[in-house]
């Protein structure tokens, strides 16, 4: 085929936005125009393709609430959260690596006691004990960094996602000592599906692929003068950890529990970027 089809038109909607007052934002989307006139011509959309996504959009629109963000799922299975963290957060080998922070934050839940449980009721899973230390790229000690952590149930639920869970139930937030150390008690995290009850998880199925995360423990660490750091740690041995489904697993993220008396230890040291 010659040429590209009625290239005025997207010239003419990039012109349209000239007077822009914020160039950042008219720079995004004079490239979001661009690229999404070139699928739309690469591809010959259909009348009935265009009016599928559409309606695919509206629906991940209609079922967020204020505990479910299809929207980041979305983002999440596309690959896009994870690019845009690449981009964002290349601080080198001695920083602790980032990843996707997920549809499931909550917000800043109780700050509890180094060592204390993050588990509001019994569960049947291996009792774990969590610890490590938060430090500077030098390795100095950073005292009093605000860590916040989240994970699912062994059911394979986050407490937002389970009527049965209490809320806050395997969240909690904690401060490191004076040494940078931190510890907490929960249960080995487990592998566990993505929402696929919705159009995300539609659009799974419609692409054969599986909806599920390896089984992972959410940190997000902050301190003042440092960049804040979302990340988990995922357990090694896990089936999925080549296979995210948000593409969130990184080789310096991946623990190895080990026996501690009657229950796993796992250990982790996280490092900061500053600010």
């Keep these: 085929m010659k040429g590209a089809i009625f290239p005025e038109l997207t010239e003419a909607v990039i012109d349209a936005m000239a007077a822009a007052p914020n160039p950042r934002l008219r720079e995004i989307m004079t490239v979001l125009v661009r690229h ?41 299975t596309l690959g896009v959260s994870m690019l845009v963290d690449a981009i964002n957060h290349n601080d080198g080998d001695v920083v602790t690596p980032s990843t996707v922070f997920g549809p499931f934050y909550s917000g800043i839940q109780r700050e509890l006691a180094t060592g204390a449980s993050i588990l509001l009721r019994p ?31 062994p059911c394979g639920l986050y407490d937002v996602q389970d009527q049965g869970q209490p809320e806050g139930h395997l969240r909690a937030s904690f401060r490191s000592t004076p040494d940078g150390s931190y510890s907490f008690q929960t249960v080995l995290p487990v592998s566990y599906p993505i929402p696929a009850d919705g159009p995300v998880g539609r659009m799974l199925g419609a692409l054969g692929r599986h909806p599920n995360r390896p089984a992972h423990i ?35 993220l991946v623990v190895h529990p080990r026996p501690d008396g009657d229950r796993l230890a796992i250990d982790y040291d996280f490092r900061l970027a500053g600010a």
């Design 218 to 252: 959410h940190f997000m660490i902050s301190a003042p003068g440092y960049r804040r750091l979302v990340t988990h740690i995922f357990v090694a041995g896990d089936d999925y950890l080549k296979s995210d489904a948000v593409f969130g697993v990184k080789p310096d």
């Design 123 to 153: 569960e049947d899973g291996d009792a774990t004990l969590v610890s490590g230390s938060i430090a500077d790229q030098d390795g100095n000690p950073i005292e009093g960094a605000l860590i916040e952590v989240w994970q699912t149930a």
């Design 36 to 76: 999404l006139h070139a699928a739309v011509r690469e591809t010959r959309l259909t009348e009935e393709e265009w009016l599928a996504a559409v309606e695919f959009l509206t629906a991940t629109g209609q079922i967020c609430s204020g505990s479910r963000q299809e929207f980041i799922l979305l983002s999440d």
